[in-house]
């Protein structure tokens, strides 16, 4: 029951509709919020109801301090859920074991239902096999079905089982773009009590990168499938409210630079700026003149900056951008009223209250990419070459991109030089001279291969992977349009791509696809190797597929460190793929680009990037498109009714799709032989009742990490290697090495998750020093063992475990593997310098307790090596539960104690951690209910 305790209900009239509203302007001060804090509050009023929602939660959003860095909490009630496949299967096989965990009980099962919305898209599972082939397209999806048909049939269950619960077929699209394209609403209807109701369309996701629809200005997040379970089953998300960073943005994008370029421009901005944890709002004149695309693509990349969401308010551009993809003139007309009658419309002179103002002069963005391991790593493309000399010569990172600056002189090249075809891309200066290549390590001979039948030779820092794959760039067209433009120039210049390169399209939606056919380009992108391999997020996140045999056997043989280029948003270490070692982020143009050189080494901006049939050498500005040229063909090429007829029956799926049996029933009949969905175990031996909590006490270290160790080094992700605990695991269960899949997949079978959590192989535990892997040492004997068989072992001799990193833990996607895979393998704390966001609270919500380091403590500086015991003291008999605990290490005969913060921040995160996380707790709840 809503008590309206600030009068708010109104009423808006859109044609012949009336629609009930909650207006923000009953709130005092509602009106200097930013964009974002408006929709929350439209969010409490909307939801009160005296105990949850509170008119004081309401109060203090309305109220809100910019400066604070610690504002009170609130509850977000989200109008859907997002998910893609990886993340959405262990949620569904969640809610299938919560189903049985509350018949065991004794209570009803058919409580355990979604209580909102939730879409989910398959988009996650097609892994490009094959490529640079027209077939490669129908290979890799029979390929992707064959292997994951056990989950799909879990999904098709779920969709007849549960009430509000939607999903995309496979081969369809990217969740995101899916979502941008389709089902985001911007305002969304319901029937109240009182008639239908208008309200922000806002969600979660479970993937990270749900941001992108803030391009639309619909607010929404990442957050871990633990969350978005709770989310699915009515429950509130608790926060505190947010500091707002706002990224006033001012002039126009220089001809030659792309969306790509601006993105990483802003991802450093913004990394360097700190806004971990905070909301960002662009506001300014320089808005209405950035495409919806482009703000998609800003708003996707928020993640790598660390903040929660990077959002746009709604104006003309919105509006636009609905009429092309197909949405009703109503709904059009209903976001423009709603908008311009709560505040919620752009006023580009309007400057809100932000905790911290940024500028950016989008005329200063220039051409860019990003890597070899960080998305905010962004390097000028004049200083690339020398960049990556400098790291290959073994200089640290900082230290090869500031020299590539000072070498390459980012500032050459401004918009207003004198240019053969664009102010970014251009070839009047003369090339670099390099004075220090005695310095290079790499052997001074290339290593010789035969590739189709022709001798190639491939050195450290070639080029084998260029993917043009899905969700920051393809939702693009522009960047599509000027990636086809270009391959069409280079093949008529005679160019072609470079054997050893394993080149790949991966669509966000097929959309994309008709435009690219009606506009006669794709025979251009075939001809270079870049034909369909899929609708899905491929390359980006590890299902890149195996290299080219012979690449793959001269990578190996010699050691060499290579390179992908690609159109995404991460390149995280182990990541793209286990044999490459460098990973660049860059425009779909400029993965054509590599792709026709094959090496990073090549300096775009002055050397030839290839010679045409005659001799005569071709440079970048030979062939990059103008934006004339691109807008011409978009302007004739698309039209809204592509989007209507695209998405007409994107529900219905394939014969394969269409044809799988799936057995009726409010129950899930669990296969004890699958190897793809177990039943977990989170609810074993559960009572209606919480234990007491406990001291943990007698703990070893499973790991003692560093900095930056994201989620792709803890969650299981890409292949599983035959000589893995994974591998022997599927092995012993009848799997051979070809049907292994990827650990995405096999997100519904904990079996296989866990051992391959902490299993990166790229991951460094400094207890086993020297040793890249998933290894460490089983204490106090000190062998050298795998993660998970050490975890087994300690189970075995019922040791608890804990996990010892540095600043930034957990920081990149929001897996919830992470965090389930940790606790299963018998971890009950991580201490951490510092934490990402949804990695803490994802800890919490499967029950692990995450304690943070004291300011100017480190596990160096307080000497741990990892080989104590420790014991955490302070958690027994006290509620609430303490902002700080005692850390006892014990070395020997030494013992000594420091204190560490208790990163629980909020009421709700407690609560769930008193309930052993999020699951039993809302378990508890609506069997209490």
Not at 336 to 347: D, F, N, P, S
Request: charged share 20%; glycine share 10%.
């Amino acid at each position: 029951m809503n008590p309206n305790s600030f009068g708010a209900r109104g009423k808006l009239s859109v044609d012949d509709e009336s629609y009930e509203i909650y207006r923000l302007d009953r709130i005092k001060g509602s009106d200097r919020l930013p964009y974002s804090l408006k929709v929350l509050l439209e969010n409490l009023l909307r939801n009160e109801d005296g105990l949850l929602v509170t008119a004081g939660q309401i109060t203090a959003l309305g109220g809100w301090d910019p400066r604070s860095a610690s504002n009170p909490e609130i509850q977000y009630t989200p109008a859907r859920v997002l998910m893609q496949d990886f993340t959405g299967v262990p949620c569904v096989v969640d809610l299938v074991a919560m189903r049985d965990a509350m018949t065991s009980l004794g209570g009803d099962p058919k409580k355990i239902n979604p209580l909102i919305p939730t879409e989910l898209v398959i988009d996650h599972s097609v892994i490009a096999d094959a490529f640079a082939s027209p077939a490669a397209f129908g290979i890799n999806a029979e390929l992707e079905f064959t292997r994951n048909q056990e989950r799909y049939q879990l999904l098709r269950w779920a969709r007849q089982a549960f009430d509000d619960f939607l999903v995309v077929p496979p081969d369809t699209g990217i969740c995101h773009q899916v979502n941008l394209e389709y089902l985001a609403r911007v305002v969304f209807t319901r029937e109240g009590p009182d008639g239908p109701l208008a309200y922000p369309d806002t969600l979660v996701g479970t993937d990270s990168h749900t941001p992108m629809v803030n391009g639309l200005g619909v607010l929404g997040w990442g957050v871990g499938g633990i969350e978005a379970e709770a989310a699915m089953l009515g429950q509130p998300m608790s926060m505190l409210i947010p500091q707002v960073v706002g990224l006033k943005l001012t002039g126009a994008l220089a001809e030659g630079t792309t969306a790509t370029d601006l993105v990483l421009t802003v991802a450093e901005l913004l990394r360097q700026t700190g806004v971990v944890g905070k909301f960002v709002d662009f506001f300014g004149p320089g808005v209405a003149g950035v495409p919806l695309a482009t703000r998609a693509t800003l708003g996707n990349m928020s993640p790598e900056y660390g903040s929660t969401c990077a959002i746009f308010p709604i104006d003309n551009e919105t509006l636009d951008y609905l009429r092309l993809t197909g949405r009703s003139e109503h709904q059009i007309r209903l976001v423009e009223t709603y908008a311009k009658e709560q505040g919620l419309w752009h006023r580009p002179d309007h400057v809100p209250a932000y905790s911290e103002v940024m500028e950016l002069d989008l005329a200063a963005v220039v051409p860019s990419i990003a890597g070899p391991k960080r998305p905010q790593d962004r390097i000028p493309l004049g200083a690339v070459s020398r960049a990556v000399r400098g790291l290959l010569s073994g200089e640290e990172q900082d230290e090869a991109v500031q020299g590539g600056l000072d070498d390459a002189d980012e500032h050459s090249f401004p918009a207003s030089d004198p240019i053969a075809v664009s102010p970014g891309i251009h070839r009047d200066a003369p090339p670099h001279q390099y004075q220090d290549n005695a310095a290079f390590t790499w052997p001074s001979e290339p290593v010789q291969l035969r590739l189709a039948g022709q001798t190639a030779s491939i050195d450290h820092g070639s080029v084998v992977i260029a993917a043009i794959t899905s969700c920051t760039n393809t939702s693009n067209p522009t960047v599509m349009i000027g990636a086809a433009l270009l391959a069409k120039k280079a093949v008529e210049r005679g160019l072609s791509s470079k054997p050893w390169v394993k080149t790949s399209l991966a669509p966000g939606s097929r959309v994309v696809t008709d435009y690219l056919n009606r506009s006669g380009l794709t025979p251009y992108l075939e001809t270079l190797g870049f034909d369909l391999v899929g609708y899905g997020c491929t390359t980006c996140i590890g299902n890149s597929g195996p290299l080219i045999p012979e690449v793959s056997a001269a990578v190996s043989e010699n050691d060499l460190t290579v390179a992908a280029v690609l159109s995404g948003n991460r390149n995280f270490e182990g990541r793209i793929h286990s044999e490459v070692k460098m990973n660049f982020l860059a425009s779909p143009p400029l993965v054509i680009v590599y792709a026709l050189t094959g090496t990073m080494h090549t300096d775009l901006l002055h050397d030839p990037i290839g010679a045409d049939p005659e001799g005569k050498p071709v440079y970048l500005g030979d062939i990059w498109p103008t934006t004339a040229e691109i807008k011409a063909v978009l302007n004739e090429n698309l039209e809204a009714k592509m989007f209507r007829q695209g998405y007409s029956d994107v529900y219905n799926g394939d014969e394969n799709w269409r044809g799988m049996h799936v057995p009726e029933g409010d129950m899930f009949a669990w296969d004890e032989e699958s190897t793809y969905v177990q039943r977990p175990p989170y609810f074993d031996a559960m009572s209606t009742d919480p234990a007491p909590v406990r001291d943990i006490t007698g703990a070893r270290v499973l790991a003692l990490l560093g900095d930056s160790v994201t989620t792709d080094h803890i969650s299981p992700a890409g292949a599983i290697k035959q000589d893995s605990p994974a591998g022997r695991y599927l092995a012993e269960h009848g799997v051979g090495p070809a049907d292994f899949n990827s650990y995405g997949s096999r997100r519904g079978n904990h079996h296989v998750m866990i051992r391959g959590t902490f299993a990166n192989v790229r991951l460094r535990n400094r207890l086993v020093p020297g040793v890249e892997g998933g290894f460490t040492r089983h204490l106090p004997g000190g062998e050298q063992q795998s993660i998970f068989d050490a975890a087994t072992s300690y189970r075995a001799e019922g040791v608890p475990l804990i996990v010892i990193a540095g600043a930034d833990y957990g920081s990149g996607s929001s897996r919830d593997w992470a965090a389930k895979g940790t606790l299963l393998l018998g971890v009950k704390a991580v201490l951490a310098g510092s934490f990402e966001r949804i990695h803490r609270s994802n800890l919490i919500g499967m029950g692990v307790l995450p304690l943070q380091f004291r300011d100017g403590n480190t596990a160096e500086s307080l000497g741990l090596t990892g080989d104590e015991i420790y014991t955490i003291i302070g958690l027994e008999g006290h509620t609430p539960l303490p902002r700080e605990v005692t850390v006892r290490v014990e070395d020997g005969d030494r013992t000594h104690h420091f204190t560490a913060d208790l990163r629980i921040d909020t009421p709700a995160e407690e609560a769930y951690y008193v309930h052993g996380g999020i699951l039993p707790y809302v378990l508890r709840q609506l069997l209490a209910g």
